[in-house]
């Protein structure tokens, strides 16, 4: 178990390294480009050019300028954007990483639970009405697009019924800190939250199903059902825990691509000012530094999630755990 874990460790710091190479190395050692006057923006003056020619290194040997930027970027986190006003790269990300991580985290729990309610239910009768129509309504939920989705509800929620007694309690878009206001922070991120969950209960109560009705055939579940287990149990305790292995690798890639970034559209419909939101303004104005930051820290994201699921493997499965 521990020699497991002290695996998984040190291949995560071994990718977290290369990733980092690899994006420096396509941001400001590319061939024929010169990261100079890309960092100091369009127009940048001769000043501008040559401080930040001497501020990152880039006269100096490619693994300075690495040590350099790593250093900028992780520790004294004075990576600055300018294009952006001279703004500050690491504290802005800092300040946005709250609001997506707010609205990553409550549409990850309403998916998880209702499409674990949701597979487990129609695992149990189907081939019944009931499993037919919980796979209809969780296909339904896959095909609508998660801005239409959001549009819609922000016309029924701030605009047409607004004012009834329904829906008088959702404020204007945009967020409120957790610590400013609790029941503020969780007015202003339901109805997001419920939108974005939408497409993961149908992917997911439909991945769910499928493994647990394919589970139900393996021999130790029809040992479980010779003991005389009831069928709720054999199908909660047995067969749950081994269908999980597929859900909770889907969750931990979805979830950490969602604190990433990958949840710009619904941060951009209902006004969020998230670290998606962020990226695609850097894009646009092809902040370099922005990029980069941003890039560094979803890597670092989906790296630490995949090691934290290979983690849960160990207890959801015995094979990992013993190495098998």
């Not at 969950?197 to 499928?210: D, E, K, N």
């Not at 009831?230 to 969750?251: A, D, Q, Y």
Request: proline share 5%; with cysteine; hydrophobic share 50%.
């Amino acid at each position: 178990m521990l020699k497991s874990l002290l695996q998984r460790l040190g291949q995560t710091v071994f990718v977290l390294f290369g990733i980092s190479v690899m994006v420096f190395l396509v941001f400001f050692a590319t061939p024929g480009a010169d990261p100079t006057a890309r960092i100091a923006g369009k127009n940048a003056s001769p000043a501008t050019i040559a401080k930040v020619r001497q501020e990152y290194g880039f006269d100096r040997p490619l693994p300075v300028q690495y040590a350099t930027m790593m250093k900028k970027l992780f520790i004294t986190q004075d990576l600055t954007s300018y294009a952006n006003r001279g703004e500050k790269v690491v504290p802005e990300i800092i300040k946005a990483a709250p609001v997506t991580l707010s609205l990553a985290t409550g549409g990850a729990v309403i998916w998880v639970v209702v499409s674990i309610l949701m597979g487990t239910v129609a695992a149990a009768f189907r081939g019944t009405w009931v499993d037919r129509t919980l796979m209809a309504i969780g296909l339904v939920g896959v095909s609508i697009p998660v801005f239409w989705l959001g549009q819609v509800a922000n016309l029924i929620t701030q605009a047409r019924y607004h004012d009834t007694w329904l829906f008088s309690w959702v404020p204007p878009l945009g967020y409120v800190p957790f610590s400013e206001s609790p029941v503020g922070w969780f007015k202003a991120l339901l109805i997001s939250w419920c939108t974005l969950s939408v497409l993961f209960i149908g992917v997911y109560a439909r991945v769910l199903r499928s493994d647990l009705v394919t589970v139900s055939g393996e021999d130790f579940m029809r040992t479980a059902r010779a003991k005389g287990l009831s069928p709720s149990r054999v199908l909660l305790v047995h067969g749950l825990r081994t269908s999980m292995i597929t859900f909770v690798s889907l969750f931990g890639m979805d979830f950490a691509q969602l604190i990433g970034g990958g949840a710009l559209l619904t941060e951009v419909v209902f006004g969020l000012q998230g670290v998606g939101r962020l990226t695609y303004q850097a894009l646009s104005s092809l902040d370099l530094p922005f990029i980069m930051a941003s890039v560094m820290y979803s890597a670092v994201f989906v790296v630490l999630a995949n090691a934290l699921v290979d983690v849960v493997y160990l207890f959801l499965d015995p094979r990992v755990r013993d190495g098998r």
